[in-house]
């Protein structure tokens, strides 16, 4: 978000429509989201009382904070640190995209495969540029609108 208002980047991949009050540059926004995800609580599979156990949850995702308020949780920076501790055992819960979590899932990764316990929040998740780049947008947009196929991709 920063880079992008000090212009030292063009555009962000993957933002969700809130963002958009944030920019301070203008800026044009794909007509169709890029990808579609729920936003969910995942549990370790076959832990007797889950529920006692922190949920990890990455600093800076509004729905994540919004979640985890007055909720026992740990904070990470990254998706990565916590796929990380979940691995390693540490954790037995946290907050993620589903397709992050399949991804991951599909590509073990992410081991034991997690079991999902709430449907949070549905994630419509749109390209942004500079909008010096309007005409491109017009093409990308149109581009994913054709492909039916891209959007299955990301559920």
């Keep these: ?3 992008f208002n000090n212009e030292e980047v063009d555009g962000e991949v993957l933002r969700i429509r809130g963002i958009e009050k944030a920019y301070k540059v203008s800026f044009v926004k794909s ?3 890029v990808v579609l995800s729920g936003g969910s609580l995942w549990e370790r599979p076959n832990i007797s009382d889950v529920s006692k156990s922190p949920i990890a949850y ?3 995702i509004v729905w994540h904070e919004q979640y985890i308020s007055e909720k026992s949780a740990l904070q990470f920076y990254g998706n990565s640190d916590i796929a990380k501790v979940y691995n390693s055992g540490k954790i037995n819960r946290f907050l993620g995209t589903n397709f992050w979590v399949a991804q991951l899932v599909k590509s073990q990764k992410l081991t034991p495969s997690p079991v999902l316990k709430e449907e949070i929040v549905e994630l419509r998740m749109y390209h942004y ?7 491109f947008m017009t093409l990308f947009s149109n581009y994913i609108k054709s492909e039916q196929s891209f959007l299955e991709f990301s559920e």
């Excluded at 540029?129 to 005409?135: D, H, I, S």
């Design 1 to 3: 978000l920063l880079q």
């Design 31 to 33: 007509s169709t989201p």
């Design 58 to 60: 990455q600093l800076g």
């Design 129 to 135: 540029l500079n909008e010096t780049y309007a005409p």
